[in-house]
Structures are given as C-alpha cells and as structure tokens.
C-alpha cells in the first residue's frame, strides 16, 4: 500500500493561499491521490482527487509532480473556516474497485485572522 | 440533496453491552463503508459493502460486524463492548466503489 506523508501542522494568514504538500512516493501507476478534510467534530469532506494531471474544482486545486510522488493541496483565498485537518490519502486497490482509505495523521491547518 | 445520516449521535453504554449504529447513504449511493476514529490511532477503515454485499474487512475483531439492506441502509453492530471502544464511528457512502467517498458526522460512542 503507498503511504503518504505530510507536515503534521501548517498557518496560513486568512485571504492567503494556503499550500499543503503531501509525498507519496511510493504510489503506483493506477493508484489516485485523493484529498479530505475534517473540522473538529464532524465527518471528513471530500475536497479533490486526481491522477496525474493537475485538476481543479470550486474548493481547491490539486498540483501532481510529473513522477506523481508528490502533490500540493492549494486553497487559493483561506478564510478561518478552512481551519481544519487535512488528509492526503492514496487510494488503495485490492485487485479491483474499493473505498478501504488508509489516513494517515494529516496535516492541521491553521488559518490566522 | 440530504448528506449522509447517521444515528443516533451520541450513546453511552457500559462494558460487556451491544450496540446497533445506524447510517442512511446518500440517495443513490449503493456503497457504505465504516471507519473507527480514536485519538490514539486515527481513522481506520472497519468495513465496506456494495449490494448488500461486504466486500472489504479491516482489521478489527469479529465483535464488529455490519450489514446492508436492499435500500442501501446499512447498519453496524459491537457486541461485548470493551473501553477501547469508546471512539468516533464514521459512515461514507459514494455512488459505487473508487468513487469520492461521503462522510456522516458520525456517533459518539462511550463506553463505560
């Protein structure tokens, strides 16, 4: 199973982009780099997901490395409810289609007034 | 569109009881996974089905079991509970397997 490691704690000043990276260097060729967060006492929030070609939606953007063993979370405007942990997950395949994620301890983004 | 709901949202038991959680998908998702998450060990994945089917098993002992109904409904039970029980237990659902999973925000259990 690829793992992943991230920073175990970030700031970003509100209104500043706030850029989370995440190493998965041993992510294999059809495995996808998925992004969540969690705020304190709810579920996780599914943010982004891609392969190998950078991908953007209305939360965030997500840059993959040429070699995909690493990857940038970008929250372009952070405001204080970004506030949250965020988890950088490789997606593991057991021989066919599954929702078995592995967390790792992610990274806590603190976003300062 | 209703997120996924799980019940109750709190519960507290004590040792050696049984426990029935409860998660209602996403309407259309046809795929419910649980997950375990303590602050010593984080989040860790307990089961997966598809079709009433389980599909996937984490490494948790068979005190934990779950089931699917035909609506997609599906449910997970502890039985002889132990403290180490005592978490955060999150359901996803997502439209099928590999698609972006939908978490709850979960139900507190304590065990005492």
């Known amino acids: 199973d690829a793992k992943t490691t991230q920073p175990p704690s970030m700031d970003c000043a509100e209104g500043r982009a706030a850029n989370l990276p995440c190493n998965h260097s041993t992510i294999s060729g059809n495995e996808y780099v998925y992004w969540y967060r969690q705020i304190h006492s709810q579920g996780p929030q599914y943010i982004i997901h891609?392969?190998?070609n950078n991908e953007t939606n209305e939360m965030a953007s997500l840059i993959i490395t040429e070699d995909r063993k690493s990857s940038t979370l970008i929250l372009p405007h952070a405001t204080l409810r970004d506030t949250a942990v965020y988890y950088c997950i490789v997606r593991v395949d057991y021989g066919g289609a599954t929702n078995k994620l592995i967390f790792g301890t992610g990274t806590l983004l603190a976003v300062q007034p | 569109k209703a997120g996924v709901t799980q019940t109750p949202r709190y519960l507290i038991k004590t040792r050696g009881q049984q426990v029935t959680l409860s998660c209602s998908p996403i309407?259309?998702?046809?795929?419910v996974s649980w997950y375990q998450q303590t602050p010593g060990q984080g989040l860790q994945f307990l089961f997966e089905y598809f079709s009433e089917t389980q599909r996937n098993k984490g490494n948790f002992p068979g005190r934990f079991s779950g089931r699917q109904f035909s609506n997609s409904r599906s449910e997970m039970n502890v039985s002889t509970l132990e403290l180490g029980d005592s978490a955060l237990y999150l359901c996803?659902?997502?439209?099928?397997?590999?698609?972006?999973?939908?978490f709850g925000n979960g139900t507190r259990l304590t065990v005492t």
């Open positions: 891609g392969l190998k």
């Open positions: 309407s259309g998702h046809r795929s």
């Open positions: 996803a659902s997502s439209l099928a397997p590999r698609s972006p999973l939908h």
